[in-house]
Nanobody, 119 residues
Framework: QVQVVESGGGLVQTGGSLRLSCAAS????????IGWFRQAPGKERERVAS????????FYTDSVKGRFTISRDSAKNTVSLEMNSLKPEDTAVYYC????????????WGQGTQVTVSS
C-alpha cells in the first residue's frame, strides 16, 4: 500500500510560478513511478509529468515541456513539480499518483490540489 498527498496549489497570474509537492509513503516506494496528472473542467484527465524513484527518465506532456520540471527528493520521500511560465490553460486540479514499475495503471491517488492561473 502506498499513500500520496499533494500540497502547494493556489492562485497565480499568467507567467507566474508554483511548486507542487507530493509526499509519498509506503512499502517499497522505490519500486514505484510517481506521476502528476491534471483535470480541467469538462476535460479528460491527462498525465503532465512522471518520474521513477531513481530520478531518471522523466516524462513530460508536450504542452509543459520547457516550463515544468519534475524532481524527487529521496531523503524526504517527496516528488515535486516546479511549474513556471504558467498559462490560463494550466488551470486544473492537479493529482499525484503512484504505480508499480511492473504495472501500467496508476493505482494510488491523492485528493488533488487546485491550480488556478488568472489572465
Amino acid at each position: 500500500q502506498v499513500q500520496v498527498v499533494e500540497s502547494g496549489g493556489g492562485l497565480v497570474q499568467t507567467g507566474g510560478s508554483l511548486r507542487l509537492s507530493c509526499a509519498a509513503s509506503g512499502r517499497s516506494i522505490e519500486s514505484y513511478f510517481i506521476g502528476w496528472f491534471r483535470q480541467a473542467p469538462g476535460k479528460e484527465r491527462e498525465r503532465v509529468a512522471s518520474i521513477n524513484w531513481s530520478g531518471t527518465s522523466p516524462f513530460y506532456t508536450d504542452s509543459v515541456k520547457g516550463r515544468f520540471t519534475i524532481s524527487r527528493d529521496s531523503a524526504k520521500n517527496t516528488v515535486s513539480l516546479e511549474m513556471n511560465s504558467l498559462k490560463p490553460e494550466d488551470t486544473a486540479v492537479y493529482y499525484c499518483a503512484a504505480r508499480k514499475v511492473t504495472r501500467s495503471q496508476y493505482e494510488y491517488w491523492g485528493q488533488g490540489t487546485q491550480v488556478t492561473v488568472s489572465s
